[in-house]
């Protein structure tokens, strides 16, 4: 298993110092849920039967993450299990000698302290360096503190890229900003926190102000649970539509027909229900009943007009992409006042393809003329941020209730999970 950079953004290093009667792939579970992106496993007293063990128990928890897991130092475990890969220090395996061992789809991290030790590994065929300590740590008490100057003058050196680690926490994270790591080791910052998930998705959050991956040059907002707290309207509506003409609705009408644009929720409706109203007919009542609420009930997230106001200050583009048809958008972005802030709205009705399809989100990146690298797709929805993700877009999963059964899989999914806008860190 090969990498992205992105990939080492949060790396955790296990430490058994604060289990507390817990098993560690409990805790390394919960900082994976926190959104830790990169894993190394470090024992060095464990016997080795329980050694493999919990080894194998982490591993299968990265793997349902999606997230790399790496064993320090012990190649030949590592060889065993098939482990992603092996991390050395100055003192192990050289990096060339654990490639021969390994083969060339296996990811080698080196750890160096100095310039000279950062080339070598390169040369070596290191995959990525663990550099510092770049603040004073108790877990290497042998090993000096490196000057910002040091780190910078490593990242600039070498073509890799670097994660920084040694005492780095919430407190002194941001110090590290414009240095050119790409992601920031935690031991203690993570697994001695009494909320190690709380602990892991704040770190996420710095981390990824620091690193810079918060640039942001274009933004696709989805509107219904997203910018508006307007799911409960369409949660029954379907239901409501058909007590009007004396008909029950069957169990779980609303979670078939939430995927589904307009139209083809109206036609689904008409043939599992035989209705006579043809399927523009069903669409102009449910927007009626639709068009009532929005004008009078739609009220927005929170924190999206700050969110909204800072990205306007500083010129990006945003446009809404949403399953809910113009009529109501129209009357809900009114209503609350936030209808400049976009260049355009485009609806799943218009484009005539859900958000099962890429299409939409196409569409809204050729009007906003950005990368799609740099261009973020603000979603609630599971299903609509894979469509994203796969297309090449950046993701943010926002929390809302009418999608909260899916929430743990948005924050595996996600490149970033968030309960509001605001949260979300411009670098």
């Known amino acids: 298993m090969k ?23 409990r805790q390394v579970e919960r900082a994976l849920e926190g959104g830790v992106t990169f894993l190394q496993l470090r024992e060095k007293t464990l016997e080795e039967e329980a050694f493999l063990k919990e080894a194998l128990e982490i591993q299968k928890l990265c793997k349902q993450y999606s997230v790399p897991f790496i064993i320090n130092d012990d190649v030949e475990l590592a060889l065993a299990i098939g482990a992603d890969g092996v991390h050395v220090g100055q003192e192990d395996m050289e990096a060339g000698e654990v490639r021969k061992k390994l083969g060339a789809d296996k990811i080698i991290g080196v750890s160096a302290h100095s310039v000279e030790e950062a080339l070598a590994a390169e040369r070596s065929g290191a995959d990525y360096l663990g550099v510092g300590a770049v ?12 000057s910002y100057e040091t780190l910078k003058a490593i990242c600039e050196a070498v073509r890799i890229p670097v994660v920084a680690i040694g005492g780095i926490g919430e407190s002194n994270m941001e110090l590290l900003s414009g240095s050119g790591i790409c992601g920031v080791a935690a031991i203690s910052a993570i697994f001695a926190q009494p909320d190690i998930t709380a602990a892991a998705r704040r770190l996420r959050l710095l981390s990824e102000k620091v690193v810079g991956n918060g640039k942001i040059a274009g933004a696709i907002f989805d509107m219904d649970g997203t910018l508006m707290d307007t799911m409960p309207i369409w949660e029954n509506i379907s239901e409501r539509y058909l007590a009007n003409r004396g008909i029950a609705a069957k169990e779980n009408l609303s979670e078939r027909l939430f995927s589904m644009s307009m139209q ?7 043939e ?3 209705l006579s109203e043809s399927v523009e007919e069903i669409i102009e009542e449910i927007n009626r009943m639709a068009e009532e609420a929005y004008s009078s009930e739609a009220e927005m997230k929170p924190g999206v007009p700050e969110f909204l106001e800072t990205l306007k200050q500083r010129g990006v583009r945003m446009v809404v992409a949403t399953a809910t048809d113009r009529v109501h958008a129209e009357a809900a972005l009114k209503r609350n006042g936030i209808d400049g802030c976009f260049d355009a709205i485009f609806t799943c009705s218009e484009i005539g393809k859900g958000k099962d399809q890429p299409d939409i989100f196409e569409a809204a990146a050729a009007k906003l003329g950005t990368k799609k690298s740099d261009t973020w797709v603000f979603e609630d929805a599971l299903y609509a941020i894979k469509t994203a993700k796969a ?3 950046r993701t943010v999963g926002l929390y809302d209730a009418g999608s909260r059964k899916d929430w743990e899989e948005i924050c595996r999914t996600a490149d970033f999970h968030l309960e509001k806008l605001t949260q979300f860190p411009l670098g």
Do not use: P
């Open 3 to 25: 990498f992205q950079r992105e990939d080492l953004l949060l790396y955790a290093v296990t430490d058994r110092s604060w289990l507390k009667g817990e098993s560690l792939s």
């Open 135 to 146: 603040f004073s740590t108790a877990s290497k008490k042998n090993v000096q503190q490196m």
């Open 264 to 270: 083809q929720g109206a036609a689904y409706v008409k």
């Open 272 to 274: 599992q229900y035989g």
């Open 391 to 393: 297309s090449g877009f």
